[in-house]
């Protein structure tokens, strides 16, 4: 089977470009840098060697840190068919916000001397980060590695990933870098410099139109980036919302709650049942994690062969070419968990996205703050943990770091990206797809939630009919909790409970009888 696959794969422009070649990535332990790892090594046979930067955490030095992330679920086909694979990851110890990435001069001259393909995915992706720490991250990071692509004999292609949302101020975005009204790298220096209680006073004027410093940060990056490359071959790769897997390493593969994943998470177990969006007709932007993966590859592959005068932007993105609309995401997920539940649930998996403030917080009261102190209530008195509130509380605040993007649509216009797959010969499309406009969003959700299912909710698909039975019931006792409170709107309260004390009364009439 391996032989067969790699015969086909000798047909490949990308996998013969990749043939004896030796990569660095940064960011290679993220949901995105696994998904890399995997895909180069499972579908380039021939490349070299693959130095992944890793920095030692909570005692562990990256050797461990190697074998626990090649242990990961992501790996499963390698280790199964392509064992052997695995043992082309070198892991460097060092940290990207340290200046040459803090690495050994052995390493860094291991990677100067060897490294023809960079991929810098390394990032802080909380929307909540102070300004100075995703500076470090963000700015300082690729900056670092700019320096160290500068000194590589070999380089072909430095591939920097950034954010469709660098640029929110416009409503159309196309793939290029937007002048600033300051100097990028003077603005970064003075940030870096001033005290952090001015800057995190100051945030909010510095940040401007931008809702958060993630991507404040990341647009401040592209102009850097574009500002000093230089000769360095730099192409710069702009996901939108990256969501589970639609094919590769296996569909529906996640492995975190950011994004819209949580509130997947939350719909499918009866927790979150209401969001705000300010029209359910404006188009949101996913974009599937390996056709993401699959594109920085090509356009590794490109910027290589075509060697551009100037840097290049790619959109991996969805909302030009095959848009879905918040209405779409809310019923297609409510769909598929419907057809796919989970086997714990806190009431009926159902949702609704509304653009009317008060009824957003009624319904956070009403449906989910007041069943939570009841069920905490209740938990205290048993003699269990009360900790439904919090969480509604911790949920509601995660969600609220999305209003800016529930409230604008943007429009990517991918020309670049659709320029590549055009070149791309039918085998080379066929092993790194990333054509978005055969997304079926319907089908694709239900490979999202059996995903979140199995990945992140940790629910094997055997659970399936116990799940269905369980939903059933919730249907049974959500469609009887809608009955009575209709009846107690049409007929009011005093008059349903003298009907409901008629009932008990006869019933304990007949039971006398008997």
């Known amino acids: 089977m391996y032989t067969q696959k790699h015969n086909e794969m000798e047909d490949s422009n990308i996998v013969q470009f990749y043939e004896d070649r030796s990569i660095f990535i ?52 390698l280790r199964k068919e392509q064992s052997n694979m695995l043992e082309k990851i070198v892991a460097l110890s060092g940290d990207v916000t340290q200046e040459n990435f803090g690495l050994s001069p052995s390493d860094l001259n291991l990677i100067i001397e060897n490294v023809s393909i960079v991929f810098n995915l390394a990032a ?79 945030t909010a004027e510095l940040v401007g139109p931008y809702p958060n410093t ?9 102009q850097i980036l574009e500002k000093e490359c230089g000769a360095v071959p730099l192409a710069i790769v702009r996901p939108s919302i990256v969501t589970a897997a639609l094919r590769e390493p296996f569909p529906g593969w996640i492995d975190n709650l950011n994004g819209p994943t949580g509130l997947i998470a939350g719909g499918g177990k009866g927790f ?28 590794a592959w490109r910027t290589a062969m075509h060697k551009p005068v100037n840097p290049e932007v790619y959109f991996s993105s969805t909302s030009c070419d095959n848009p879905i609309t918040f209405g779409q995401f809310e019923s297609f ?29 009624l319904n956070v009261m009403l449906c989910h703050i007041m069943p939570a102190v009841i069920a905490d209530c209740y938990a205290r008195c048993v003699g269990q943990r009360a900790n439904k509130v919090r969480l509604y509380r911790k949920a509601f605040r995660a969600l609220s770091a999305f209003d800016f993007f529930f409230s604008k649509e943007w429009k990517f216009i991918s020309k670049n990206s659709d320029g590549i797959w055009s070149k791309m010969s039918a085998k080379d ?37 116990e799940a269905k039975r369980n939903v059933a019931k919730l249907y049974f006792l959500r469609n009887c909790l809608h009955i009575f409170l ?12 003298n009907v409901m004390k008629f009932f008990f009364r006869r019933q304990n009439t007949a039971t006398n009888d008997l």
């Open 214 to 222: 993630y991507t404040y940060t990341k647009q401040l990056a592209e």
């Open 429 to 465: 499309r066929k092993i790194f797809y990333f054509n978005v406009r055969d997304i079926n969003w319907r089908a694709y959700f239900e490979t999202y939630i059996l995903g979140t299912r199995r990945f992140i909710l940790k629910d094997d698909i055997s659970t399936l009919p």
């Open 333 to 361: 997920s409510t769909f598929a968990w419907r057809k796919y539940p989970t086997k714990d649930m806190l009431w009926y998996p159902t949702s609704e996205c509304t653009n009317k403030n008060w009824y957003y917080q």
């Open 124 to 202: 802080t992706v909380r929307f909540d980060e102070e300004l100075k720490s995703a500076l470090q991250m963000n700015v300082k990071g690729p900056r670092y590695l700019l320096g160290i692509c500068r000194r590589m004999k070999n380089l072909d292609a430095f591939v920097h990933v950034s954010t469709a949302f660098s640029f929110v101020d416009r409503q159309e975005i196309v793939e290029a870098i937007y002048p600033s009204n300051m100097d990028p790298v003077k603005l970064s220096e003075f940030i870096d410099d001033a005290d952090p209680a001015l800057i995190n006073n100051i």
């Open 272 to 299: 979150i049942r209401v969001f705000k969006v300010k029209n359910a007709d404006f188009v949101t932007d996913l974009i599937p994690v390996d056709l993401s993966i699959n594109l920085m590859i090509a356009v």
């Open 486 to 497: 209709f009846a107690i709107s049409v007929f009011g309260f005093p008059s349903i409970l």
């Open 26 to 77: 940064t960011g290679a332990t993220g949901f995105m840098g696994k998904v890399l790892v995997e895909k180069l090594l499972r579908s380039c046979p021939g490349i070299n060697r693959l130095y992944i930067l890793m920095r030692p955490s909570k005692g562990k030095e990256v050797a461990v840190r190697l074998q626990e992330l090649i242990s990961n679920e992501v790996f499963e086909s």
